[in-house]
């Protein structure tokens, strides 16, 4: 038997497992490409753009610029994170060119996200850029701002919304991630454009069952609906803005490394950095020699949205359906699942205002699609106090519930059972539709009702808490 500590809340859950698990860790499964000098390549892109002239050929005096940048949900704060390397050069080389400092702003993309304080914007971004921008010109992006920019409907009926002070500046630079995203391909490029400096209704473009229950949402791919959804929006804003985006993406590793770092057009960025991202991020197990019955997920109690996301029940369900799709090609039709979270209905009413009302409200229909296609969650989304508090409470915008439980719906669909184990508060486990048990082992004993006898297991232990997560599949996975 395999002994496995799976994160747990605040700690670990100790389990055996049978020899034949395959247990997926950074370091033993698999590794990272070999890192690059994060700032030799920064600069090395930056003086060669794809598809475009340098930054210091397209400042000049008297020209505004908006330096765009992702929130505090990935990318890292260690000394040679993407952000805290690339933003000292892109402003280095926007004086170079003529511009003036008070001409330059720093917009925070956090979309639906809550905004990020100066103490978050100090701990990831540090001290020397803060301070050359706070407080006036270092903002966070407000998806409910007067000022939003409304452009209607793309070609294929999407909401097109973005920042109209980014929109309007002489010089616009998109600062992004490229790692492999459980849905819709890889971050940065067109898909931190249209979701990080975005509105609700364009959000909802995408975010939602249409997108979410589709099939092509599963693995991770770059070719799907919501990625062509993000393309066809983020070239719409481009179009009818008249704005040429100067895009830098680097290419992440597990612990937010820098692998790459490519320059230029938004389009091209991502035709170069693609590649490695696909290397880094997408690992085929060749131990697995049949597709799992079984995908065993530990989850800690806090995680990237922010604290309480492994014990508020629409958050913690957002987790296993992400999960899940990242491990969709490594699973076998009908996969069970068995999570184990702490669980005890805490949703962290000072950052996830709008998540208990949303989900007492759930309660009341069969489906999470029914449920999201109602009044009474068109209501919770556009409820003024809680967009108020997004934009001047540092709170989770209340659209961002709906689309956390339009991601949590998804294993429902493709899954033969959902297990919950562990958790303090079992009826909040129930509300979101899973079958709670007091242990693994009961669990893996009940499943066998749906996968049979001697189930294949993939257990993830830490894949909340280990890092930059990646894409699995099993050798011969289309």
Request: proline letters at 6%; aromatic letters at 8%.
């Amino acid at each position: 038997m395999k002994q496995v500590e799976l994160d747990y809340g605040r700690g670990k859950m100790s389990v055996e497992l049978p020899d034949t698990s395959v247990v997926v860790r950074y370091g033993e499964s698999y590794q990272d490409p070999p890192n690059a000098d994060a700032v030799a390549v920064t600069r090395a892109a930056l003086d060669n753009p794809l598809e475009m002239p340098p930054l210091r050929d397209l400042a000049g005096p008297g020209k505004t610029a908006a330096i765009v940048f992702p929130d505090r949900v990935k990318g890292g704060a260690h000394r040679l994170a993407h952000r805290r390397v690339c933003i000292p050069m892109i402003v280095e080389d926007l004086l170079a060119g003529g511009c003036l400092l008070e001409d330059i702003k720093l917009i925070c993309a956090q979309g639906l996200h809550r905004r990020n304080t100066y103490e978050e914007w100090l701990w990831y971004l540090g001290a020397e850029i803060v301070d050359n921008f706070w407080p006036d010109r270092i903002i966070n992006h407000d998806a409910e701002g007067p000022d939003l920019l409304d452009l209607g409907l793309d070609d294929m009926g999407n909401s097109v919304q973005t920042n109209r002070l980014v929109a309007e500046s002489d010089i616009s630079v998109l600062v992004g991630h490229c790692a492999a995203n459980p849905y819709g391909g890889y971050s940065g490029g067109y898909k931190m454009m249209v979701t990080g400096l975005a509105g609700m209704r364009s959000i909802a473009s995408h975010h939602t069952p249409k997108t979410m229950l589709r099939k092509d949402w599963l693995g991770g791919g770059a070719k799907s609906h919501m990625r062509n959804q993000f393309q066809s929006i983020g070239e719409a804003i481009e179009e009818r803005t008249g704005t040429r985006f100067f895009t830098i993406d680097a290419v992440l590793g597990q612990k937010g490394d820098v692998l790459d770092v490519k320059a230029g057009r938004t389009a091209a960025v991502e035709k170069a950095t693609w590649p490695l991202a696909n290397q880094r991020s997408n690992v085929v197990l060749d131990e697995l020699t049949e597709p799992a019955d079984v995908l065993l997920v530990g989850m800690p109690r806090d995680f990237h949205y922010g604290p309480g996301m492994g014990t508020n029940p629409i958050l913690m369900s957002l987790g296993i359906g992400v999960q899940y799709s990242r491990c969709y090609k490594a699973l076998r039709p009908g996969a069970a699942i068995i999570a184990v979270s702490w669980c005890d209905g805490w949703f962290n009413p000072g950052w996830f205002p709008s998540y208990e009302e949303t989900y007492l409200a759930l309660q009341n229909y069969d489906t999470a699609e029914a449920f999201l296609a109602s009044e009474d969650a068109l209501h919770i989304s556009t409820d003024n106090e809680y967009c108020f508090s997004y934009s001047n409470r540092y709170t989770y915008h209340p659209f961002h519930a709906m689309s956390m439980t339009s991601g949590g719906s998804v294993p429902f669909k493709w899954c033969s059972e959902i297990y919950m184990v562990g958790a303090q508060k079992p009826g909040y486990a129930r509300g979101m539709g899973y079958k709670t048990l007091p242990s693994v082992q009961d669990a893996l004993k009940d499943v066998e009702r749906h996968v049979g006898k001697n189930p294949q297991i993939l257990c993830t232990p830490e894949c909340y808490s280990g890092g930059m997560a990646v894409n699995l599949a099993g050798p011969g996975a289309a």
